[in-house]
């Protein structure tokens, strides 16, 4: 451990891992992990997680459907054989794998192979059996999609979704929307190979792979559709296929040779490339060597479990210990958690809505349909004439792709606090203070103004100097009143004017107040000065312990460049340089009058 930490005082450490008791001693490992991982820099500029490093994911059960292969097929196979003598095997391969593409083409586009293909009617026999559970099936080809799609809509009259690559990306959302509402929805989604892609269906728990894809690769992507992070049960593989045929040769060599089925299979494009040359030919022909194929699976069960060892001891367990964050990890989501059930955001933007002409109508109990009211002044940021659907619930914007989570971060919500702290509605106006105890006729000025500063995005200045407000609150006299008179307790007293009274009360006012206008700026260019030392001292002190972090490195750790200490030097002096131009803008005025009516 010494010789690991070079230049680094740990004999307390040490000390304490032999006497102290334990919570000394877990105390001692954590600050000697600590100083290990930053001695080393493994978390400075990677992050790696594994799943054998997380818990909490779910199980894979496969479920295997060994049908007889009908006799169309097999006679359309006979034929087709006799034109492929010249093809690859991998062209065989892929050919005899979909029998019901053979058929269609011996048959033409209109023939009906569902309406004797067993797997039709397993699949069918599966979703009926599990009627208030959602199936997502998989099929490599658009058209096999469309039929299975026509299939259990005659037969049975089972709601089902088509997904697949001739269809719009908006034509997509909507059967991926229709799929994932709960009422009047469908039960089924069935994808060609696009719909093994990017989409995520944790909220089912049953995937039929109605066929299965050629590389390994591609197998896990298509079960990676449920088996992700948010799916809450057991994942269900339903695996429909013909027995004695290449599609068992296959299955039989993704389970017993790969485990594929089982477990997340991240070695299976390495072994596929190894195993391709003997795997190819036996799929390529309808009845298979039994003596052939069980070597080639023992052959790949022997070199899956010699890569997954080698990746094993790959692994750099200091850097996953980092990237797990040791604890951090749970306080962030925590943290979310608690952001996600807060009120503030949904009153804010509810209020927001109403009073900028957003039609708001609830479409369930967590999400919320809004179009442009015919009050709507101006461009609303990405509201179109055909609405948007918008949720605060994180799970419901999980399960539906089409619905927009609101965060504070999201663009609807930036564009709203946009539209409220920059446009010019609303920055002047009047009120009425009912107050006996203040002789009528009273008056107070109320300003609010803006600190602001621009830089660069990368500089990131707003951790350090936010958009800052300043209030002030001024008598006749010209005293500030505002740090003893809280503005939400102040604003809950006053009445609203119309346009004309207020244009009447400022008017009489008006030599008294500009004057007023005068000493609030004269206050506030105080309180810039304050909060820009604050500022400059807030970065100095966050950057300045960075710095000195990576000097200290420097001497032990070859990885820490002189660039990155050099480019954090740069960083505090531009960024010392724009918090000093912070400037204030007058946003927002108020003249408060006290009335006994």
């Known amino acids: 451990m010494q010789q690991l930490l070079q230049g680094s005082d740990i004999h307390q450490e040490l000390a304490l891992l032999t006497s102290a008791g334990d919570a000394g001693r877990d105390q001692a490992i954590d600050t000697l992990l600590s100083k290990l991982l930053d001695h080393h820099g493994t978390g400075r500029i990677l992050f790696r997680n594994t799943r054998s490093a997380i818990a909490g994911f779910p199980k894979r059960q496969p479920h295997f459907i060994g049908l007889p292969l009908p006799e ?37 586009g209109k023939t009906s192979w569902w309406q004797f293909d067993p797997r039709v009617e397993a699949v069918i026999a599966l979703i009926k059996q599990h009627k208030y559970k959602k199936f997502l099936v998989i099929c490599a080809h658009a058209d ?53 892609e990017g989409r995520n269906f944790q909220f089912a728990h049953h995937l039929v792979l109605f066929d299965l894809p050629l590389n390994p690769d591609l197998l896990e992507q298509r079960i990676g559709r449920l088996d992700r992070i948010g799916q809450t049960q057991d994942i269900q593989i339903h695996l429909p296929y013909f027995v004695d045929q290449p599609q068992q040769l296959l299955l039989d060599w993704y389970h017993q040779g790969l485990q594929a089925f089982d477990a997340t299979c991240q070695t299976g494009g390495a072994v596929y490339q190894q195993m391709r040359p003997r795997l190819l030919p036996l799929l390529a022909v309808p009845a298979t060597d039994s003596a052939a194929v069980t070597s080639l699976i023992s052959d790949t069960t022997a070199l899956n479990q010699q890569l997954k060892q080698q990746l094993e001891q790959g692994r750099d367990q200091l850097l996953e210990l980092n990237s797990s964050g040791r604890g951090l990890a749970q306080q962030l989501v925590e943290q979310v958690h608690t952001q996600d059930d807060s009120t503030i955001l949904p009153l804010y933007m509810i209020k927001a809505w109403d009073l900028l002409g957003v039609q708001q109508d609830d479409r369930s109990d967590t999400s919320i349909i809004l179009t442009p009211s015919e009050h709507l002044q101006g461009h609303y940021p990405m509201l179109d004439e055909d609405g948007i659907t918008v949720t605060f619930d994180r799970a419901t914007a999980l399960a539906q792709e ?46 609010i103004y803006l600190v602001e500063a621009t830089a660069p995005a990368e500089l990131q200045l707003g951790r350090y100097l936010p958009p800052t407000p300043i209030r002030l609150l001024l008598e006749k006299s010209g005293k500030n009143l505002a740090p003893n008179v809280p503005f939400d307790n102040f604003n809950r007293q006053l009445k609203p004017v119309g346009r004309q009274t207020a244009s009447k009360l400022v008017g009489a006012l008006q030599s008294t107040i500009h004057p007023l206008l005068g000493k609030a700026e004269a206050y506030a260019d105080i309180q810039l000065k304050h909060i820009q030392q604050e500022a400059l001292q807030s970065m100095q002190t966050q950057l300045q312990a960075q710095l000195e972090r990576l000097q200290a490195l420097a001497k032990v750790n070859p990885l820490v460049r002189p660039e990155e200490i050099a480019h954090l030097q740069e960083r505090q002096q531009q960024l010392a340089q724009y918090i000093g131009k912070a400037r204030l803008r007058f946003d927002a005025v108020r003249v408060i009058v006290v009335s006994h009516e």
């Open 72 to 108: 169309q097929y097999q006679n359309a196979i006979k034929v087709q054989l006799s034109f492929m003598a010249n093809q690859s095997d991998e062209f065989k391969a892929k050919t005899l794998l979909f029998p019901e593409r053979i058929y269609q083409e011996f048959e033409g």
């Open 144 to 196: 096999t999609a469309i039929a299975l799609e026509e299939a259990m809509r005659v037969k049975e009259g089972i709601r089902a979704a088509v997904f697949h690559e001739g269809m719009s990306i908006f034509d997509r959302d909507k059967a991926a929307a229709y799929f994932a509402q709960d009422d009047q929805s469908a039960q089924a989604l069935i994808c060609s190979e696009i719909g093994s």
């Open 402 to 447: 089409d619905i927009q989570f609101l965060s504070w971060d999201h663009p609807m919500v930036q564009g709203t606090l946009d539209i409220v702290t920059q446009e010019t509605m609303g920055n002047s106006s009047a009120a009425l203070l009912h107050n006996k105890q203040l002789p009528a006729g009273t008056f107070f000025v109320e300003c």
